[in-house]
């Protein structure tokens, strides 16, 4: 499968539904009106709120993943999890595995198995697809952090692939709104009106709060205090520092958001950013490290513009609850792209 992630060319793997599933879904409508005015009422097997899957195809899932990472981390080459992997996830563990490549053709040398262990499931109940669950796991990386992924597939035909990666605190995942004897949680819609902010807002929102510093976000280490450092750092003697914040929300990049036990919701969403470090006259940009040159393209002579993709997870109040800013929960950044010039 092609993993070819260009964020000025457009979003790559949009999951769309296939001609003849668009006409089946055409037609399954057609008849359902036509059943209720008769009296009938009839649930089609796409819009009915299903599981996206059971713990044990969940489970499968885990383990899927977790073997191609680990053989794509040995041998630092993006084919061998390019089926497992996408959205931020996928873009920032390509550029990841591309720089390790270029440093060491051979493999990686420092390779230490990834094992999740302690897992918990979040299996989301939705109609339709992409259907996806999130997984909550014990690494052997990452310290103390727990692993928060989102698991998505866009058809039944398709291997579950990883599209979010965060790694938060032991305890800071909030309860969810569950139903049934089975425990499953509403998918919540990306255009909910129940929340201060919806989901489809929240890219927007968020980079338009670290340009501005406006909008509906509590002080944290990702909003205030980020705001702060990136201030900090914007004039140093002789260099100059600008940055540069975007939305990232279609296919793929979608946001993905669950039903909290307050009401609230808890939100996936993707940004793309760019950094850019300008040197003045008689002075140099500083050398950078080699993961970030085994990325940049063009000689850098007093500039370096630095392009990144960062996956987040916030928690969105409901509407009218409490003070109605969103909590950034956590955020992980990665790097895809430089450019010198």
């Known amino acids: 499968m092609s993993r070819e992630h260009s964020l000025t060319t ?3 793997r949009s999951r769309r539904l296939r001609a003849r599933d668009r006409y089946a879904l055409i037609a399954a ?3 359902a009106v036509s059943l209720m005015a008769s009296g009938c009422v009839v649930v089609h097997g796409e ?3 299903l599981p996206a899957a059971t713990k044990a195809e969940a489970a499968k899932a885990i383990e899927q993943f977790t073997a191609a990472y680990n053989k794509a981390d040995a041998a630092y080459d993006s084919s061998l999890d390019a089926d497992y992997t996408t959205g931020a996830l996928g873009v920032i563990d390509e550029a990841r595995l591309k720089a390790g490549r270029v440093n060491n053709p051979d493999g990686n040398p ?16 939705k109609a339709g697809w992409p259907r996806w669950f999130v997984a909550d796991a014990k690494g052997n990386k990452g310290g103390d952090s727990r692993w928060l992924m989102v698991f998505t597939r866009g058809e039944r035909a398709e291997p579950w692939q990883a599209t979010y990666l965060t790694l938060v605190a032991p305890g800071s995942v909030p309860e969810f709104e569950r139903a049934g004897a089975d425990g499953h949680v509403e998918a919540v819609p990306a255009d909910s009106a129940r929340l201060a902010v919806a989901p489809e807002d929240l890219s927007e929102d968020y980079t338009a709060y670290l340009r501005s510093g406006k909008g509906a976000f509590a002080n944290g ?7 702060s450092t990136r201030a900090k750092n914007a004039t140093k003697p002789g260099l100059a520092t600008q940055y540069i914040d975007e939305p990232l929300t279609g296919g793929d990049y ?5 039903r909290t036990a307050d009401g609230g919701a808890l939100v996936f969403f993707t940004t793309h950013h760019y950094m850019k470090q300008t040197a003045a006259t008689g002075a140099a940009v500083p050398t950078p490290n080699k993961n970030v040159a085994a990325l940049t393209t063009g000689e850098i002579k007093q500039s370096l513009t630095m392009e990144f993709v960062a996956n987040e997870v916030a928690l969105a109040p409901a509407k009218g609850s409490g003070n109605g800013k969103v909590s950034m929960l956590s955020r992980l950044e990665g790097l895809t792209a430089a450019k010198g010039a």
């Open 10 to 12: 457009g979003i790559p």
């Open 110 to 125: 420092q390779h230490t198995p990834l094992v999740l262990s302690d897992v918990k499931y979040t299996i989301v109940e």
């Open 29 to 31: 409508s057609l008849t």
């Open 254 to 258: 979608a946001p993905l958001a669950l």
């Open 221 to 227: 280490a990702y909003t205030d205090a980020l705001r």
């Open 47 to 49: 819009l009915e709120l």
